[in-house]
């Protein structure tokens, strides 16, 4: 069984920073893409980052580009998100996701995922 699971969201100060990690377990995703995205309450699901199976190409919402850095240990089957400079608008729940087909691609589309972790929150306080 596919699981993912977040860890390390929290409460920060405004121009604080998080290291988001997500393990999967159930199987390897070494050469699968990943991505990580947030919901706040009241709208929709929307991406932050995503990660090509070797890691070799990014992705980053202009709304976290030059604060956030998603990485990849393909040898621990595990997926990071570095947040830098966060903002009280960064406030969500943080999904991992992964995609379950082989891809030298990257991907910023919820549909496109088939995975999903439970979510961790980040919250950030002005």
């Known amino acids: 069984q596919v699981q993912l699971v977040e860890s390390g969201g929290g409460l920060v100060q405004a121009g604080g920073s998080l290291r988001l990690s997500c393990a999967a377990s159930g199987r390897t995703f070494s050469g699968y893409p990943m991505g990580w995205f947030r919901q706040a309450p009241g709208k929709e699901r929307e991406f932050v980052a995503a990660i090509s199976g070797s890691g070799g190409r990014i992705s980053y919402s202009e709304s976290v580009k030059g604060r956030f850095t998603i990485s990849r240990d393909n040898a621990k089957n595990t997926v990071y998100l570095q947040m830098n400079a966060l903002k009280p608008e960064d406030t969500a729940v943080y999904y991992c996701?992964?995609?379950?087909?082989?891809?030298?691609?990257?991907?910023?589309?919820?549909?496109?995922?088939?995975?999903w972790g439970q979510g961790t929150q980040v919250t950030v306080s002005s």
């Open positions: 996701a992964a995609v379950s087909t082989y891809s030298s691609y990257y991907y910023t589309q919820v549909y496109a995922y088939d995975y």
